[in-house]
């Protein structure tokens, strides 16, 4: 007679829920399979690290040099501006020049016209006309800033004295690169 198994001692033949493989011998008498390595997966957190932080650096550096280029591009922009200013008589006339310089002419027989390039990133064009001590009391002073063939910027004065103040701010595709 055979007596049932105890409780208290396992089965060699049955697997032990507690442990993830049976022990003891493998009825199929083929090799139990190893558990699964376990990945690391550090060097993959690593790697994608150092991946965001080479695109981020190269973005910057093409955005940078983008940049860079329009800078250049506007800083040897030109851009000719026609002062004029209209009346009768003589007048002070003052004007910015290129590289915001400031140039006069004084006693300029009316009308006066002068071209200038202007370079640089701030094209700034500004034209004060003054009219001389001696003019008529009704006597107008115009100035007139063209940029391209088209008037900007025009002002009228009257008077002994008189000031006629035009200014003008030439943008980047208004200049010829």
């Known amino acids: 007679m055979t007596t049932p ?25 083929q090799p139990y399979p190893q558990p699964p390595k376990k990945r690391k997966i550090w060097p993959w957190v690593l790697g994608a ?23 250049d591009k506007e800083s040897n922009s030109t851009a000719t501006v026609t002062y ?17 310089n400031m ?28 009219n001389d001590f001696d003019a008529a009391a009704g006597q107008a002073i115009t100035c007139e800033i063209v940029v391209n063939g088209e008037v900007k910027n025009t002002q009228t004065s009257k008077g002994p004295a008189a000031t006629a103040n035009c200014s003008y701010s030439v943008s980047s595709s208004e200049s010829t690169k």
């Open 5 to 29: 198994p105890n409780p208290q001692q396992p089965n060699p033949q049955q697997p032990n829920p507690q442990q993830p493989f049976p022990q003891g011998p493998n009825p199929y008498n």
């Open 49 to 71: 690290i150092i991946v965001v932080f080479i695109a981020i650096i190269g973005g910057c550096a093409a955005l940078v040099g983008g940049v860079a280029n329009e800078i």
């Open 84 to 100: 004029r200013v209209t009346g009768e008589g003589t007048a002070s006339v003052t004007y910015s020049d290129k590289d915001f």
């Open 103 to 130: 140039a006069q002419d004084t006693a300029a027989a009316l009308p006066w016209e002068k071209d200038v390039t202007l370079t640089g990133f701030g094209k700034l064009a500004s034209l004060t006309a003054t």
